[in-house]
């Protein structure tokens, strides 16, 4: 266990599925390099088969008894998907009765291949949310357990979870270990690679891409034992914000708003059913476990309270006005951090991160 924990937390019921996070992930850190097919944050409808495909069913994560569970690594054509380019140069040079625009490969897969089809019948009792997800850089992760080279780590200042890449032999028993499945291997070096919370960024106070660029403005971050963080109080104050599959063992430290209302449902004559919920709550206490009904029920009553007197705290929280309170990143804390590692203040690196081959030089592959 690491001294001082990041978290992110998400507000289901604000995301709009625009996948502008990804996109910010992608071209900051996934779009070349062997890194094309990954998806650091991806955006999944749900239900649906997710990213990679029927990444619940994989394996990975821990029992009862605290045991490594034995995990599949997804396959690249089936699971994750080939990433594909399109012919933009033939689009110039071809003659015009043989011009058109197609991807270089015929995709099979690819991620979001099921997107907003969700489940029940259109319009009677249809519904889905989306599910941003990211890597949840456990308390106790799967992946560092898995891995037989001591090649992960979980830093001591942050709990941010990074792969060692001089001593990663791309083994990917971390793959089958992480039962989230956000950890993947880079062909092109034969690592192990997944997302870092952009600590660069947060190393400068500033949150990872994907919260500060997200459109719904769903994402908070902070430190949590930090009694003034918004995450603090979304987690352990409110209790709303609960981990993904807790199942799992794994201790995540993404929480997650779960969706609170949902339309009713229409009957064959599509007349609305009052009093129903299209969305069944046995998908959430998957999702979630069986606090899932404490936070929904917490949600409410503040929705109720915040109409009736005008004034709720959470509900002020989750309206998100400033980004400002929504991230807490104290670089003070990481100033003093470099001064005890003996590093230049604020130097945007992790020692550990850049002392091999892969990571320093940048662009020598
Ligand atoms: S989500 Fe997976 S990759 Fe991330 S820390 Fe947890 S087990 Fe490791
Ligand atoms: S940017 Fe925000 S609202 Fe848009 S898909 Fe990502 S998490 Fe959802």
Redesign the pocket.
């Given at each position: 266990m690491s001294k001082r924990q990041l978290a992110m937390v998400?507000d289901l019921n604000?995301?709009?599925?625009?996948?502008?996070?990804?996109v910010?992930c992608k071209t900051q850190w996934t779009n070349r390099n062997g890194r094309e097919y990954m998806y650091w944050?991806n955006?999944e409808t749900y239900p649906g088969t997710g990213y990679p495909k029927n990444w619940m069913e994989l394996g990975g994560g821990f029992d009862a008894a605290g045991d490594l569970q034995p995990g599949v690594i997804p396959n690249l054509e089936a699971d994750y998907g080939v990433p594909w380019d399109y012919n933009y140069e033939s689009l110039m040079t071809d003659s015009a009765d043989h011009r058109h625009f197609q991807p270089h490969v015929s995709p099979t897969w690819g991620p979001n291949w099921d997107e907003d089809q969700g489940a029940g019948v259109f319009p009677v009792d249809n519904y889905f949310f989306?599910l941003?997800r990211i890597c949840n850089h456990c308390t106790n992760p799967g992946c560092l357990s898995a891995c037989p080279r001591d090649a992960i780590f979980k830093r001591e200042q942050d709990g941010v979870v990074l792969v060692d890449l001089d001593r990663c032999q791309g083994y990917r028993y971390c793959i089958a270990g992480c039962p989230y499945k956000k950890i993947y291997f880079n062909p092109k070096i034969s690592k192990s690679e997944k997302c870092i919370l952009c600590f660069p960024r947060i190393e400068q106070g500033l949150p990872p891409a994907?919260a500060q660029?997200?459109?719904?403005?769903?994402?908070f971050v902070g430190f949590l034992d930090d009694e003034e963080s918004q995450v603090y109080k979304l987690v352990h104050k409110y209790k709303v914000a609960i981990g993904l599959r807790p199942d799992y063992g794994t201790q995540p430290n993404v929480y997650y708003v779960p969706p609170t209302e949902s339309p009713a449902k229409f009957d064959a004559e599509g007349r609305i059913i009052e009093g129903s919920t299209r969305l069944p709550i046995e998908e959430l206490e998957k999702l979630f476990g069986p606090e899932v009904h404490h936070a929904i029920k917490t949600l409410k009553a503040e929705m109720k309270k915040r109409k009736e007197t005008g004034v709720s705290e959470l509900m002020d929280i989750l309206i998100a006005y400033q980004h400002s309170d929504m991230f807490r990143l104290d670089n003070h804390y990481y100033q003093e951090v470099a001064k005890e590692q003996k590093r230049t203040p604020l130097a945007p690196v992790d020692t550990r991160y850049i002392a091999g081959k892969f990571t320093k030089t940048g662009g020598h592959h």
């Amino acid at each position: 266990m690491s001294k001082r924990q990041l978290a992110m937390v998400m507000d289901l019921n604000k995301c709009i599925g625009c996948q502008t996070c990804t996109v910010a992930c992608k071209t900051q850190w996934t779009n070349r390099n062997g890194r094309e097919y990954m998806y650091w944050n991806n955006v999944e409808t749900y239900p649906g088969t997710g990213y990679p495909k029927n990444w619940m069913e994989l394996g990975g994560g821990f029992d009862a008894a605290g045991d490594l569970q034995p995990g599949v690594i997804p396959n690249l054509e089936a699971d994750y998907g080939v990433p594909w380019d399109y012919n933009y140069e033939s689009l110039m040079t071809d003659s015009a009765d043989h011009r058109h625009f197609q991807p270089h490969v015929s995709p099979t897969w690819g991620p979001n291949w099921d997107e907003d089809q969700g489940a029940g019948v259109f319009p009677v009792d249809n519904y889905f949310f989306y599910l941003p997800r990211i890597c949840n850089h456990c308390t106790n992760p799967g992946c560092l357990s898995a891995c037989p080279r001591d090649a992960i780590f979980k830093r001591e200042q942050d709990g941010v979870v990074l792969v060692d890449l001089d001593r990663c032999q791309g083994y990917r028993y971390c793959i089958a270990g992480c039962p989230y499945k956000k950890i993947y291997f880079n062909p092109k070096i034969s690592k192990s690679e997944k997302c870092i919370l952009c600590f660069p960024r947060i190393e400068q106070g500033l949150p990872p891409a994907c919260a500060q660029q997200c459109v719904g403005r769903i994402r908070f971050v902070g430190f949590l034992d930090d009694e003034e963080s918004q995450v603090y109080k979304l987690v352990h104050k409110y209790k709303v914000a609960i981990g993904l599959r807790p199942d799992y063992g794994t201790q995540p430290n993404v929480y997650y708003v779960p969706p609170t209302e949902s339309p009713a449902k229409f009957d064959a004559e599509g007349r609305i059913i009052e009093g129903s919920t299209r969305l069944p709550i046995e998908e959430l206490e998957k999702l979630f476990g069986p606090e899932v009904h404490h936070a929904i029920k917490t949600l409410k009553a503040e929705m109720k309270k915040r109409k009736e007197t005008g004034v709720s705290e959470l509900m002020d929280i989750l309206i998100a006005y400033q980004h400002s309170d929504m991230f807490r990143l104290d670089n003070h804390y990481y100033q003093e951090v470099a001064k005890e590692q003996k590093r230049t203040p604020l130097a945007p690196v992790d020692t550990r991160y850049i002392a091999g081959k892969f990571t320093k030089t940048g662009g020598h592959h």
